[in-house]
């Protein structure tokens, strides 16, 4: 089985930042388009950032944008999501999926055609 792994959360105060990586070890990640997904308690999964594989091309949700940044290393096999100036509203449980696509535009790729991805990591912003 393809596995993913999220690293990198934890707990921060407000304003703060984390970087979460995620680890395509058995994946050739050129062929893949990555995407950040979040889940807070008792709320639905929420698509927060996605990179394509073609051009690099990225998307990300309204609330993130200007404070967090996704980026991918083919080569290392890694996707991060910096985040900055994190808030309270961020907290959730972080995860990365992928799914093997040439198609440029992440942003129209639905939740459920992501055919692998991570166990999560917990972010949480408290002060």
């Known amino acids: 089985q393809v596995q993913l792994v999220e690293s990198g959360g934890g707990l921060v105060q407000p304003g703060g930042s984390l970087r979460l990586t995620c680890v395509a070890s058995?994946?050739?990640?050129?062929?893949?388009?990555v995407a950040w997904f979040r889940q807070a308690p008792g709320k639905e999964r929420e698509g927060v950032s996605c990179?394509?594989?073609?051009?690099?091309?990225?998307n990300y949700l309204d609330s993130v944008k200007g404070r967090f940044t996704i980026s991918r290393d083919n080569a290392k096999k890694t996707v991060a999501l910096q985040m900055n100036t994190l808030k309270p509203e961020d907290t959730a449980i972080y995860y990365c999926?992928?799914?093997?696509?040439?198609?440029?535009?992440?942003?129209?790729?639905?939740?459920?055609?992501?055919?692998?991805w991570g166990q999560g990591t917990q972010v949480t912003v408290s002060s």
């Open positions: 999926a992928a799914v093997a696509t040439f198609f440029p535009h992440c942003e129209l790729i639905r939740e459920l055609e992501y055919d692998y």
């Open positions: 058995e994946l050739t990640l050129d062929y893949y388009t």
């Open positions: 990179i394509s594989n073609t051009d690099a091309s990225t």
